[in-house]
């Protein structure tokens, strides 16, 4: 009873009572920072000395701070700066403002007027000088407010009579930097209402200082003048004079700014006329000029020398008579002014004087000449060219030689005459200085036809011992034209010399042998019979075939045939066998030649160019093709489908041999087709309908295939150049597409559910990742298998291991097939969905730019692998393996090229070349140079060691550039850590076999 009555007293005053639903509002959470003016103010205050205050300042200027906290501590440090004493706290906290200012979201426009107001309160005047500073940084960072600039300049203005340089330095940098670039103010402009900084010309003004008692000053003066020009102001003919008289100031840098000043003139002003002094001959401006820039170059400073020579190469305008006095050190009688008999007879009389008759032709004209008066050129600028190729700086000697170059490219008689100056230079005792004059020789080669005796000091540099010397002397040699037989001749034995002396030169010398020979048949011609060695009546012997200098003249006399129908009557029967045999094996070398009544030679050199008509309209119509056969497939489970794209395949990469204008475009196609044909068969019906206790052999093909699709899709991507963001798409689709594969299969072989769980994790997140890099060309691949997944994305993050697996089986599965239709141009691949494994391929590009697509390639020239004398060494010690390669459309090879050997015992070590190994003798190719130290243990025979170069590359610099139109906060926060995570190396080239034998070491 007592538990009866104690449940009905629970039920009466147990009672729920039911509170209607409200919408309460939700809390807002404010998120608060530390603040950093309060946090400034605390520590000045603190401060017990102005000791302790500057150690705060520069405390504070280590660390960041944020634009919506930037006024706040402007307030803070603009009270303490009234409060300080200490100048120099006062000088830190000037610059501050100026280091605030450039914060960046903070506008400055709002810190003007403070700072311009303690300006008026300084008495220091290193402080005013830094809050000057400041204000330039602050006018630099509002170049669209003509408000703030009109009240700086009007600062600058007020403090230009100040007594210290560096207030008036800043001042004129102020106006230099901010002062109006407008017409100069008339009468007409002036009124009353107008300030003080509208009136003013900024020209006038700086102009003034050019004579300042401070040199400092007059540097600065000239570089505000030229910071105006920079801005557009055009500067008046006026201050020619002043800037000219700079020229011979006692400061170098007022010299050194001055010579600019003089060459700015000179540009704006190259036809007016200016009087002699002392004479009353004018002549041009840029003539003028030009002398006295030529002065220059004989100056003390060889700063003001080197920039002198570099400033002489830009004035093109100038005469010719005044350029060819440069280089004779005598005063040319042309560049003097003499008078005539009739006017000295004229002056004679008006002078009243007569010959008194006692001395013998004492009414002579007698004629005082003054050398630095009256020439149209003074002397000390004759020889300038002269005078700098033989200074002792031998940065001033390479200034001359740039500048020599720069005026013979515009002028071919002025070309012809500096040739035996710079010929001379090729001896000089730097190496930089006669590497320059062999690439400057170069440059203006299309100009000049080298003599004999040139030719003889030029090919004295082959005996030089630098490789560069030796092959920029080879690259000029094959662009030079020579005057006579005997120039062949002379080349061509010293070009024998070098090649016996240097073996590692073999390709460059026969390169060059060939350029000589195409340009010179005629010269070649009287030549040959000597050079083959043969005789009208006398059979002689057959030269060996492994001499690389027989191969070296054969390559010059077979390229002047070419333009020369007569020779080939002069060829023995062995010369042909010859010529068939390098034509296969050197056909870069050797060109086809036209033999009449030789047709089996003709046949067997089949030139490997291409068709003769027309060979990049054929091969783009093959290319068209090609891809229109692939096209038809409709069925891919129907028979002969994978015969078709492999047939595609195989002619693609064929045509990529043959055709080197397509070649980029045409690998690109075949290995984007086989990753879609490994795919293909990845994901064929019978693969997938087989229960999973028994399809391990099924399942090792699959993922296979999708391991060398993932592999392919980094070759895609980072060894071809010249892609676009549509290529880049379709890369990373069939990467995601192979990581999705992969995916599969591990559950399939029943992975745990944590790891199952991770890796479904892993392959969302690129997901996302792909989302974010490449959501504008998902509009173009509309249905395809990331769209699905995008669309599912939420539920996919929300779902369990097993069923993201299938999903994305059924997203897979359910994918249309690539179609290729025949594209109107070639390059561009459409799509067309059919319900099939496949996914359809993305749009590659345009014709135009398909043909820019370049694949990254490598060829070791050095070792050739050809010798059978192994390299032997002592065990546990190195030694140094020559490598010499060629790249070309490599990336960044400094970074990206690693060098692997590989040992017979399966060890291997990859080795990352110095930046200093690489050269880059023209564009998109460069030149590797180095040395591979081997060791080993002692072996008992000699084995081959294999080296070759790879390529590596980092998955996470390929997001990071093609996230670079993200904003500056979303970057690289997004990417998904296996994205950013994959490294890994390409073969570039193919391995080299090196005979080696290490041996037991002595005891």
Not at 265 to 284: A, D, K, M, T, Y
Not at 352 to 381: C, Q, Y
Request: proline share 6%.
């Amino acid at each position: 009873m007592a538990a009866h009555l104690k449940k009905r007293v629970y039920e009466e005053f147990s009672k729920v009572v039911q509170i209607p639903h409200e919408e309460t509002p939700a809390k807002k959470l404010r998120l608060s920072k530390p603040s950093k003016s309060a946090a400034l103010h605390l520590d000045l205050c603190k401060a017990a000395s102005s000791t302790d205050a500057l150690l705060h300042l520069l405390h504070f200027a280590r660390k960041p701070v944020e634009a919506e906290s930037v006024e706040g501590v402007v307030r803070i440090l603009l009270e303490h700066y009234y409060k300080e004493t200490d100048h120099s706290v006062r000088l830190k906290i000037a610059s501050l403002l100026g280091l605030l200012s450039k914060t960046p979201g903070f506008s400055p426009d709002c810190i003007v007027g403070d700072a311009i107001d303690a300006l008026s309160s300084e008495k220091s005047h290193q402080v005013l000088a830094q809050l000057l500073d400041s204000l330039l940084l602050i006018g630099t960072q509002l170049p669209e407010s003509p408000t703030v600039r009109l009240r700086l300049t009007e600062v600058a203005y007020k403090h230009l009579a100040d007594a210290s340089f560096g207030v008036r330095k800043k001042c004129l940098q102020l106006l230099g930097c901010l002062g109006t670039v407008d017409a100069p103010p008339t009468k007409d402009t002036e009124g009353p209402g107008t300030s003080l900084g509208a009136v003013k010309d900024v020209q006038s003004v700086i102009s003034d200082y050019f004579g300042d008692q401070d040199p400092r000053v007059r540097t600065a003066a000239l570089q505000a003048m030229l910071q105006l020009h920079e801005r557009g102001m055009k500067i008046q003919q006026i201050i020619y004079d002043q800037a000219c008289r700079l020229l011979s100031d006692d400061y170098e840098q007022v010299r050194s700014a001055a010579v600019q000043m003089v060459w700015v003139l000179s540009q704006l002003f190259p036809e007016s006329i200016v009087p002699i002094p002392s004479s009353n001959e004018e002549i041009r401006l840029v003539d003028d000029a030009f002398g006295k820039i030529s002065h220059m170059v004989s100056d003390g400073s060889w700063m003001v020398r080197v920039q002198a020579a570099k400033t002489l190469g830009s004035m093109l305008q100038v005469s010719p008579h005044f350029l060819e006095q440069t280089l004779d050190k005598k005063l040319m009688s042309d560049l003097r002014r003499k008078r005539t008999a009739h006017e000295r007879a004229k002056e004679l009389f008006a002078s009243g004087e007569f010959s008194s008759g006692r001395k013998w032709a004492d009414d002579a004209p007698k004629e005082k000449l003054d050398s630095n008066t009256v020439n149209l050129i003074a002397s000390g600028a004759c020889g300038a060219f002269v005078h700098g190729l033989e200074d002792e700086m031998f940065e001033v000697r390479i200034a001359a030689v740039e500048a020599l170059c720069r005026l013979a490219r515009s002028s071919p008689g002025f070309a012809e005459k500096c040739l035996d100056f710079l010929v001379d230079m090729f001896n000089d005792e730097i190496e930089e200085v006669r590497l320059q004059s062999i690439h400057v020789l170069r440059d203006i080669s299309t100009h000049i036809t080298l003599r004999e005796d040139q030719l003889d000091t030029v090919l004295a540099v082959l005996e030089d011992s630098s490789r560069d010397i030796r092959e920029a002397l080879h690259e000029l040699l094959c662009c030079t034209n020579v005057s006579t037989k005997e120039c062949i001749q002379l080349a061509l034995l010293e070009l024998l010399k070098n090649l016996n002396k240097y073996p590692g030169d073999r390709n460059s010398v026969w390169k060059c042998l060939k350029f000589l020979g195409s340009r010179h048949p005629t010269l070649v011609l009287p030549l040959a019979p000597e050079l083959l060695s043969t005789h009208p009546f006398f059979d002689t012997p057959e030269p060996d075939m492994d001499d690389p200098a027989y191969i070296a003249v054969l390559v010059l006399v077979f390229n002047a045939a070419t333009s020369c129908p007569t020779m080939p009557a002069l060829f023995s029967d062995h010369t042909f066998r010859h010529y068939a045999y390098l034509r296969d094996s050197l056909s870069h070398l050797v060109p086809p030649l036209p033999l009449p009544g030789r047709k089996r030679v003709q046949a067997g050199s089949r030139p490997r160019s291409g068709p003769a008509p027309g060979p990049v309209e054929a091969a783009r119509l093959f290319l068209q093709q090609s891809l229109k056969r692939a096209s038809a497939i409709q069925n891919p489970e129907a028979a002969g489908a994978r015969d078709l794209l492999d047939f595609t395949i195989r002619d693609l990469r064929r045509l990529g041999e043959l055709q080197a204008e397509l070649a980029g475009a045409a690998d690109f196609c075949s290995t984007y087709l086989h990753c879609q044909l490994l795919l293909m068969e990845a994901l064929q019906e019978k693969r997938w309908n087989v229960a999973v206790p028994l399809c391990l052999q099924q399942n090792a093909t699959a993922t296979a295939a999708a391991q060398q699709i993932l592999q392919d899709s980094y070759q895609l991507e980072f060894l071809f150049s010249g892609l676009d963001r549509g290529q880049l798409a379709s890369v990373h689709h069939v990467r995601l597409q192979a990581r999705a594969l992969q995916l599969i299969l591990s559950a399939r072989r029943r992975q745990g559910t944590d790891s199952l769980m991770s890796s479904c994790e892993t392959f969302l997140q690129d997901v996302e990742t792909f989302h974010r890099q490449f959501g504008a060309e998902l509009l173009h691949l509309q249905g395809c298998f990331v769209e699905r997944l995008v669309e599912q994305l939420p539920r996919l993050w929300a779902a369990k291991g097993a069923e993201v697996v299938k999903l994305l089986q059924s997203a897979l599965r359910q994918s249309g097939f690539l179609q290729l239709t025949p594209p109107q141009q070639v390059g561009v691949l459409l799509r067309r969905p059919l319900r099939h494994p496949l996914r359809r391929l993305r749009p590659l590009s345009s014709a135009p730019r398909c043909l820019q697509v370049h694949r990254a390639r490598a060829s070791i020239l050095e070792p050739s692998g050809e010798s059978d004398n192994p390299l032997r060494f002592t065990s546990g010690l190195v030694v140094a393996l020559d490598l010499d390669a060629t790249l070309e459309h490599v990336r960044d090879p400094q970074s990206s090229v690693r060098v692997q050997v590989l040992y017979p015992d399966g060890q291997s070590h990859v080795v990352h070349p110095k930046p200093g190994d690489f050269r880059k003798p023209g564009p998109s190719r460069h030149r590797l140079i180095t040395q591979v130290y081997l060791s080993h243990t002692a072996w008992t025979e000699p084995s081959q060691v294999e080296v070759r170069l790879l390529l590596a590359y980092s998955s996470s610099s390929s997001s990071s550039s093609s996230s670079s139109r993200l904003g500056w906060s979303d970057s690289m926060d997004g990417l998904a850590p296996s994205e950013a995570a994959v490294e890994g190396t390409i073969p570039l080239s193919k391995a080299v076999k090196v005979y080696i034998m290490p041996k037991p070491a002595r005891r």
